[in-house]
């Protein structure tokens, strides 16, 4: 690289920035705390009242109706469409809602944002919000890093963060914004036409990812007239459409349902956005003709309201057609999971359904496999093949994805387990079906196990205690031999029962280290890591390991009932 070209292109660039007619900086560290606030503000209320909000949408989404209600009180208390959109998209693929149910939802949803504007209009450009928000500040700080152990009052402290950051951040943008009519001339993009400002509102909101920080941009820039109403009330509708990405992006190798709910999504809202725009002058001559709201603040956050409400108006009544019409698109894409057998056959063919579910068990085995070693092997790993820049530039692999992994595919062989046992299967078939899901649950049983001590094995990782490094160690070698000699047996077809030897290992190895834990340590000599959450994690690890013993030792059963169903001649392989 030219450092010279790159010194001189960099002071040019600071240059450009130190003359524009605004504060450049200013306004995006207000853009900044505005996001950073709304992030605080989410994971506060999920700590709060997460359950209490999903119960809303479980219990209140009994008909289109109560659903367009529930997204609407939901979103106005969470102020983020997105978070409801996506936790919609959940709830209809786990099957707890129905498709017609979600898309009401959806449209409330469109309601609900709707406030942020009226709330922004009201104190973010009514009073000075920059003080307001200190008490808020000073609170919530103080709750977040001094009450860890108090889970309830930590995610108060972060509400409170995210109440004042966000009105801080207004009030910085606002301030930025402040001069900008004097230096920069609009006239120039009102010429290219007000369909610019759709696009620009569009962009932007993809961007940031918040159709409510881009509400606030723009009633910034119309309170410090950079922008006239007709152009603000442009972007308005087009960050409608912007905020759809998120979602869209979300689920594009996601199931079929969730594709419908994020299409419908960019529907709704490109119906609304031409729709409002062809009739944005009648729209704005009843806001201040007829309801005789003059501020331009509150014209703009009325006419947002009056199109989501509109819209909600408009496909109301067709939600049950609209819902018909989803279901018949994606048909074949439903089965396209993270499964690798068992979505390539029909339960209508049991012999070969059962061999697709012994394969797809036999790979969840290998993916739990995968997550054990991807959380008792990090560090190491990490260490030994990684170099020191990667480290830093490359994204760290998170042991919890192939957690996820794991219950995605649990779900999906439990739904195609439902399918199958609907079938006429022989007792034989009936015991087989049996013994693959006991091998299921005891994977995903030892899968939990090593979940609960995630986030402790990275601190044995971390620690430079020596009696912490050998327990480390010990647990690592011990793991890894046995999971080893769990797959050789499986793959090796052996007859023999290992069951009562590998309990007995087991039994042996986890006293074994409780012994050589308590006899190396002292009243002196305590580790930096207490002696429970040591003694839970070997209980934990030797827990997992023995799940996995016992989904091995069922191949025993699984080729006797093979044999007993088909004799010696084996399904030919998927």
């Known amino acids: 690289m030219?450092?010279?070209?790159?010194?001189?292109?960099?002071?040019?660039?600071?240059?450009?920035?130190?003359?524009?007619?605004?504060?450049?900086?200013?306004?995006?560290?207000?853009?900044?705390?505005?996001?950073?606030?709304?992030?605080?503000?989410?994971?506060?209320?999920?700590?709060?009242?997460?359950?209490?909000?999903?119960?809303?949408?479980?219990?209140?989404?009994?008909?289109?109706?109560?659903?367009?209600?529930?997204?609407?009180?939901?979103t106005a208390i969470l102020q983020s469409s997105s978070l409801v959109s996506f936790l919609i998209a959940a709830f209809l693929g786990?099957?707890?809602?129905?498709?017609?149910n979600a898309i009401g939802v959806i449209l409330g949803a469109n309601i609900g944002t709707t406030a942020s504007a009226f709330i922004v209009g009201w104190l973010g450009f009514k009073m000075n919000i920059a003080s307001f928000s200190f008490p808020f500040l000073a609170v919530g700080t103080m709750s977040y890093l001094f009450m860890n152990e108090r889970p309830l009052i930590k995610s108060a402290g972060s509400f409170f963060i995210g109440f004042g950051l966000i009105f801080l951040g207004i009030d910085f943008m606002k301030d930025a914004v402040s001069t900008f009519t004097q230096n920069i001339k609009f006239d120039e993009y009102a010429k290219i036409g007000l369909w610019f400002f759709?696009?620009?509102?569009?962009?932007?909101?993809?961007?940031i990812q918040s159709s409510s920080a881009m509400m606030v941009m723009v009633l910034s820039a119309l309170h410090g007239q950079m922008i006239d109403i007709h152009q603000a009330c442009a972007i308005a509708i087009g960050s409608n459409v912007g905020t759809t990405i998120t979602l869209v992006l979300a689920t594009i190798k996601g199931p079929a349902d969730k594709?419908?709910?994020?299409?419908?999504?960019?529907?709704?809202?490109?119906?609304?956005?031409?729709?409002?725009?062809?009739?944005?002058?009648?729209?704005?001559?009843?806001?201040?003709?007829?309801?005789?709201?003059?501020d331009p603040i509150f014209v703009v956050s009325m006419f947002n309201t009056v199109v989501n409400v509109g819209g909600v108006i408009l496909f109301f009544p067709f939600i049950g057609y609209i819902s018909q019409k989803l279901q018949s698109s994606y048909e074949e894409k439903d089965h396209k999971g993270q499964c690798n057998f068992i979505n390539k056959v029909s339960t209508e063919v049991?012999?070969?359904?059962?061999?697709?579910?012994?394969?797809?068990?036999?790979?969840?085995?290998?993916?739990?496999?995968?997550?054990?070693?991807?959380?008792?092997?990090?560090?190491?790993?990490?260490?030994?093949?990684?170099?020191?820049?990667?480290?830093?530039l490359l994204k760290k692999e998170d042991p919890m994805d192939k957690y996820q992994l794991l219950k995605i595919t649990e779900d999906e062989i439990a739904s195609f387990y439902k399918r199958l046992q609907s079938k006429d299967l022989t007792y034989a078939e009936s015991n087989l079906l049996a013994a693959h899901m006991i091998r299921l649950r005891s994977l995903v049983y030892a899968a939990k196990n090593m979940k609960d001590i995630v986030v402790n094995v990275q601190n044995l990782e971390e620690s430079e205690d020596i009696l912490v490094?050998?327990?480390?160690?010990?647990?690592?070698?011990?793991?890894?031999?046995?999971?080893?000699?769990?797959?050789?047996?499986?793959?090796?077809?052996?007859?023999?029962?290992?069951?009562?030897?590998?309990h007995n290992d087991l039994d042996v190895f986890y006293h074994e280290t409780i012994d050589f834990l308590y006899d190396n340590i002292s009243e002196k000599q305590m580790t930096e890591i207490s002696v429970s959450t040591l003694s839970n994690i070997i209980k934990k690890t030797t827990g997992c390991?023995?799940?996995m013993s016992n989904a091995a030792s069922?191949?025993?059963?699984?080729?006797?009932?093979?044999?007993e169903i088909y004799g010696n001649n084996r399904i030919k392989k998927i």
Do not use: C
């Open 2 to 74: 030219n450092f010279a070209v790159y010194y001189i292109n960099t002071e040019k660039i600071e240059l450009e920035i130190e003359n524009l007619p605004f504060d450049f900086w200013m306004f995006f560290a207000g853009l900044g705390l505005l996001l950073f606030g709304m992030y605080h503000l989410e994971k506060g209320i999920n700590g709060l009242a997460g359950r209490s909000f999903k119960k809303i949408l479980r219990n209140f989404t009994g008909t289109p109706l109560k659903a367009v209600l529930s997204g609407t009180l939901t």
């Open 94 to 100: 786990a099957g707890i809602i129905s498709l017609q």
């Open 198 to 207: 759709i696009i620009l509102g569009i962009v932007i909101t993809a961007l």
């Open 259 to 294: 594709k419908r709910i994020a299409f419908f999504h960019v529907f709704f809202n490109l119906v609304s956005v031409i729709l409002a725009f062809l009739a944005m002058k009648i729209i704005l001559d009843l806001i201040v003709n007829k309801f005789f709201i003059t």
């Open 350 to 392: 049991t012999d070969v359904a059962l061999t697709a579910l012994d394969n797809e068990i036999k790979n969840v085995f290998n993916l739990t496999k995968a997550f054990v070693f991807s959380v008792l092997l990090s560090k190491e790993t990490e260490d030994t093949l990684i170099h020191p820049i990667d480290k830093i």
């Open 469 to 502: 490094k050998k327990l480390l160690e010990r647990l690592r070698n011990f793991s890894v031999g046995k999971i080893e000699e769990y797959s050789a047996f499986i793959l090796s077809e052996n007859d023999e029962n290992e069951t009562e030897k590998w």
């Open 545 to 547: 390991l023995e799940e």
């Open 554 to 563: 069922h191949e025993n059963n699984i080729r006797e009932s093979i044999t």
